[in-house]
T-cell receptor, first 110, second 120 residues
């Protein structure tokens, strides 16, 4: 069953702008991960943040985690057309498998 | 490193036939592989967890006799869709978890490129 809920469902921005996507979940987690999926392709792992971490950076990506609110955000700075894709958050609870959210479709226009 | 391949990438078949999809970890060993299904513009739904040398664990609502999973080696898992019907048309994605990662909190999965199944 799905645990994560991303918002917005779709986001359209211009190149150079920042894109922020949010994810909320329902149960306690060990870690939360963000993945990117280009249309009709597999998923690419972007970043993992553990439950005892609050913020993490990787290149142009910044992820925050608020376990008290059971939410996370993914910020992509200085977006590029190549960032156009669907972005999914996924949670891991205990030793269980990944549970994916519904995803945000990001469109970056040149 | 951590490359996962799937074959075929796309398959079209007639209703009633069986289709086998292979998932391979190319540069690492994976005791656990996962099979997901994704409908257009929707999220991934876990179908089953495939463990090397043992029976797969299916999620609720997934018919194990319909979706046969075999994980015969540390680098290969197969999903066979038996007697496929048009409603089985979907995008099937596998992922693999590395062997030897003892830290349970670093649970990264490596995903294959997916297989588009169309049943006519």
């Amino acid at each position: 069953s799905q645990q994560g809920e991303e918002d917005p469902q779709a986001l359209s921005i211009q190149e150079g702008e920042n894109a922020t996507m949010n994810c909320s979940y329902k149960t306690s987690i060990n870690n939360l991960q963000w993945y990117r999926q280009n249309s009709g392709r597999g998923l690419v792992h972007l970043i993992l943040i553990r439950s005892n971490e609050r913020e993490k950076h990787s290149g142009r990506l910044r992820v925050t985690l608020d376990t008290s609110k059971k939410s996370s955000s993914l910020l992509i700075t200085a977006s590029r057309a190549a960032d156009t894709a669907s972005y999914f958050c996924a949670t891991v609870a205990g030793y269980s498998t990944l549970t994916f959210g519904k995803g945000t479709m990001l469109l970056v226009s040149p | 490193g951590a490359v996962v391949s799937q074959h075929p990438s796309r398959v079209i078949c007639k209703s009633g036939t069986s289709v086998k999809i292979e998932c391979r970890s190319l540069d690492f060993q994976a005791t656990t592989m996962f099979w997901y299904r994704q409908f257009p513009k929707q999220s991934l739904m876990l179908m089953a967890t495939s463990n090397e040398g043992s029976k797969a664990t299916y999620e609720q609502g997934v018919e194990k006799d319909k979706f046969l999973i075999n994980h015969a080696s540390l680098t290969l898992s197969t999903l066979t869709v038996t007697s496929a019907h048009p409603e089985d048309s979907s995008f099937y994605i596998c992922s693999a978890r590395r062997v030897g990662r003892a830290d349970p909190y670093t649970d990264t999965q490596y995903f294959g490129p997916g297989t588009r199944l169309t049943v006519l």
